[in-house]
């Protein structure tokens, strides 16, 4: 055994008298089609400390359900399925996913076969042999639709301005992260995770690696415009006070315009030059004013919603049914 092999054997946790060195978490939703390509592929990986799979079907409306029960019946490797009782969200489902998760290092990936499963042991051997807390994956080119792509792009300049994360990492679904970061992250029980940003407040020890990105196998994007806005509303509102500050500026800035619009309306009055009362500058400077005024009371509103949302208990997820493992664990070579 090499010297990095005792280390990761040191780390395993021990659950159920043995132990795992990688959990695959995959949120399922829609993914009928696709999810069983997904664990027939995995089943041949043979990654340091095994491999453990957990799925979370995350109130599919196709029979993603029966699919992943199937699934969990004869799989090959030890496969834990989980079912929400609704739609929670991606992040949600992720969340639950990783409370089941048992391994040194857990990847989150979707079910739609746009990330190769072969860029798994990529992934895992750059975070263990690195002893990297996070590594997340970038790609030299995505296969997502355009206005998918501006989507990520707008959230991920975004995430550069709120969170304290490093400048320019790509925040892919697509990730690795120890048990460390995964028990830290696992804690938090608001309605409204995002993964991402409980990272950035556990660690630091952050890297990226490059890995392919293919079409979509099966049917179109579970992502709306709204599902995107969504999630924006996630990481703009529950990790960041920026919202407000930036309401406060924007309220400055429009009394500030205000005082303007009253000094030129009293030198006015006093040069007297007989042109009638400026009521379009008026109009102007009054719209302005109850827009921002608008914006503000908007981005407060949905802070104090969500905070109500918190208070009164609203889950993060329900567990309808878990199917453990059926199969003894074999540990990987």
């Excluded at 990936?109 to 992934?123: A, I, T, Y």
């Excluded at 790609?139 to 501006?150: D, F, I, P, S, V």
């Excluded at 890297?207 to 994007?221: K, N, P, Q, T, Y």
């Excluded at 619009?261 to 719209?287: F, K, N, R």
Aim: aromatic content about 6%; charged content about 20%; some cysteine.
């Amino acid at each position: 055994m090499g010297f990095e092999d005792l280390k990761l054997s040191q780390a395993l946790p021990e659950v159920s008298g043995r132990p795992v060195g990688l959990s695959i978490v995959v949120p399922v939703y829609r993914g009928a089609a696709t999810v069983g390509r997904l664990v027939e592929a995995l089943s041949a990986l043979r990654p340091a400390g095994g491999l453990e799979v957990v799925l979370v079907n995350d109130g599919s409306p196709d029979n993603s359900g029966e699919v992943c029960r199937a699934l969990a019946a004869t799989a090959t490797i030890p496969l834990t399925y989980v079912e929400h009782a609704r739609n929670f969200g991606e992040h949600n489902a992720v969340m639950t996913g990783l409370r089941h998760a048992r391994g040194a290092y857990v990847i989150t990936m979707d079910d739609d076969l746009q990330n190769p499963p072969e860029e798994v042991l990529k992934l895992y051997d750059h975070a263990r042999l690195g002893g990297w807390d996070v590594v997340y994956t970038r790609y030299a080119e995505k296969k997502h639709e355009g206005w998918r792509n501006l989507g990520s792009r707008f959230a991920n300049g975004v995430a550069d301005m709120l969170l304290d994360k490093p400048k320019g990492l790509y925040l892919s679904s697509f990730r690795c992260m120890s048990a460390l970061v995964v028990a830290e992250v696992a804690r938090y029980s608001g309605p409204y995770p995002y993964v991402d940003g409980l990272v950035m407040q556990v660690t630091q020890r952050i890297d990226s690696i490059e890995v392919m990105h293919l079409a979509r196998a099966e049917g179109r994007s579970n992502y709306t415009l709204k599902r995107l806005v969504l999630l924006w509303l996630n990481l703009a509102t529950n990790f960041s006070i920026l919202p407000l500050r930036l309401a406060i500026l924007a309220g400055v800035a429009m009394g500030i315009l205000g005082l303007l619009g009253a000094i030129a309306v009293v030198v006015e009055a006093l040069i007297g030059s007989g042109t009638p009362s400026g009521w379009a500058s008026s109009m102007t400077t009054t719209l302005l004013l109850a827009g921002v005024q608008f914006l503000i009371l908007g981005v407060l509103g949905e802070y104090v919603g969500r905070a109500f949302l918190s208070a009164n208990g609203k889950p993060q997820g329900v567990v309808r049914e878990v199917v453990p493992p059926r199969i003894p664990e074999e540990r990987g070579q």
